[in-house]
């Protein structure tokens, strides 16, 4: 069993890197031509990336027998959510100027950004209830079930992202075909748990 709380550290150290150096090239007058653009699209591949994941950790804990890896889910699902608000705020602030009724209509008028709205707003419970605190005061069971959300949320963003690319799908796609995979992994698992996982279900929570 390593040292969790190195472990820890060192996945939050990585998750502050892109955040570090979005800022350091902005600052810097290196974010290229637009660079509104380009913070808005690196933002929200961020979010999809810290998504993915947080999603594949218990996949991997349970496959590699490292039950551990868990403990690092978290701080991996708050760096998506705080990709997003980030993402969101670009949005908000540069393509709308805070104007409200302008993203109301452009929510219900483009799928692409109603999707993109739907993602963000099913992640906003997930990081309210994601301390120890509100899991003792929802449950394990009923904090499990609203947790599976996060699925919905990266199945939104995905598509989110498919719908907005013009010509090359191919990044959108390969995000599908990875959450795809790790929906087919949570299935076998559920009704399929031995083939599933190297250590037995009892010592994997
Ligand atoms: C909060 C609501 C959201 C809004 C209003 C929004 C809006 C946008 C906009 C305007 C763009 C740029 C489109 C373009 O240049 O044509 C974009 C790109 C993108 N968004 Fe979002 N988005 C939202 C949430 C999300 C979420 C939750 C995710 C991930 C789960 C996400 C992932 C992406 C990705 C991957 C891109 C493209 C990046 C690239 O081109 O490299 N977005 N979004």
């Not at 701080?75 to 009724?101: I, N, P």
């Not at 003792?136 to 989110?160: C, D, E, I, Q």
Request: charged content about 15%; proline content about 5%; glycine content about 6%.
């Amino acid at each position: 069993m390593p040292d969790i709380k190195f472990a820890k550290l060192v996945v939050l150290i990585n998750c502050a890197v892109p955040i570090t150096l979005l800022g350091w090239d902005a600052y810097n007058h290196r974010l290229g031509a637009n660079p509104l653009e380009f913070a808005t699209h690196t933002t929200g591949t961020l979010t999809l990336v810290f998504l993915t994941l947080s999603l594949a950790v218990t996949p991997l804990r349970k496959m590699l027998g490292l039950p551990w890896l868990i403990q690092l889910r978290r701080t991996l699902g708050l760096s998506a959510f705080f990709y997003g608000s980030l993402h969101l705020l670009c949005y908000v602030w540069f393509d709308k100027a805070f104007k409200l009724g302008a993203i109301g209509q452009d929510t219900l008028k483009r799928p692409f950004i109603f999707l993109g709205m739907l993602s963000f707003l099913v992640m906003v419970p997930l990081a309210i209830t994601s301390t120890n605190k509100m899991v003792r005061r929802l449950g394990g069971r009923r904090w499990n079930r609203l947790h599976k959300l996060v699925y919905l949320a990266a199945a939104a963003g995905v598509l989110h992202y498919y719908l907005l690319v013009k010509a090359d799908t191919r990044i959108p796609l390969a995000f599908g075909s990875v959450l795809v995979l790790l929906l087919i992994y949570r299935i076998l698992h559920k009704f399929f748990p031995s083939s599933t996982q190297r250590i037995p279900a009892r010592q994997v929570k």
